[in-house]
């Protein structure tokens, strides 16, 4: 079957442009995960979703960082007036109960966002 | 709050050499802990994780890992490093800050493994 895609793969902005990230989970997982990867480190966690709520986006770096996920299926992460800093790999991952702590989450292919 | 510590950015074996990549966790609450693998321009796929089950946890690929709570340890290992397992390997801890009830992961800087033939 089909895992969790993301578009676009590749995406190279100018400071300040906005740019949203799209996530396909898995059909019917109920939860969806987005981490933040920079060059030479580990994801780091952003935002969680349980079907369309979000229930933690304690990891958004600043609020510039918006994600939705309206109903309940695809998600978007939307990031306004891009900076330097925001250049990383953006990866989206389903799991398909609620978030319980041991549950495998299936990872997407990840977003590469560089910004100019 | 949970932490992970992998040892070493960089691995290099043998073909048909004993891997060995090396994670210590912090966790004031019995952890739950993964190994996922990354191959290039790929996303992390999972190779094992503990849950308070077994201590020694078979995984995909001839991998396993042992729980060692005494250590606060979780080292993957394989007996016979092969070609293909060139990647990047991430230890995580599940964040328990909810109760267990949201599942999102702390992850380790990664381990790069390069063999050579």
């Known amino acids: 079957g089909a895992g969790v895609s993301q578009s676009p793969r590749y995406k190279v902005a100018k400071r300040g442009q906005d740019v949203a990230l799209r996530c396909d989970p898995i059909s019917g997982h109920v939860s969806l995960f987005w981490y933040q990867q920079a060059l030479g480190q580990g994801p780091e966690f952003l935002t969680y979703?349980?079907?369309?709520?979000?229930?933690?986006k304690s990891g958004l770096p600043s609020d510039r960082f918006f994600a939705e996920r309206p109903e309940g299926s695809v998600s978007t992460l939307k990031i306004q007036r891009t900076q330097q800093e925001d250049s990383a790999v953006y990866l989206c991952?389903?799991?398909?109960?609620?978030?319980?702590?041991?549950?495998?989450?299936?990872f997407g292919p990840g977003t590469r966002l560089t910004v100019l | 709050a949970q932490s992970v510590t992998q040892l070493g950015s960089h691995v290099s074996v043998s073909e048909g050499a004993l891997v060995l990549l090396r994670c210590n966790y912090s966790s004031s609450v019995p952890p739950y802990l993964f190994w996922y693998v990354q191959y290039p321009n790929q996303g992390l796929q999972l190779l094992l994780k503990?849950?308070?089950?077994?201590?020694l946890v078979k995984g995909i690929n001839g991998f396993e890992a042992e729980f060692k709570k005494s250590e606060t340890s979780f080292h993957l290992t394989k007996p016979s490093a092969h070609m293909s397992d060139a990647a990047e390997y991430f230890c995580?801890?599940?964040?328990?800050?909810?109760?267990?009830?949201?599942?999102?992961?702390?992850f380790g800087k990664g381990t790069k493994l390069s063999v050579k033939p």
């Open positions: 503990y849950t308070s089950a077994a201590t």
């Open positions: 991952a389903s799991s398909l109960e609620r978030g319980y702590a041991y549950n495998e989450q299936f």
């Open positions: 979703f349980q079907n369309e709520a979000q229930l933690d």
């Open positions: 995580a801890v599940s964040d328990k800050s909810y109760g267990g009830s949201q599942g999102n992961l702390i």
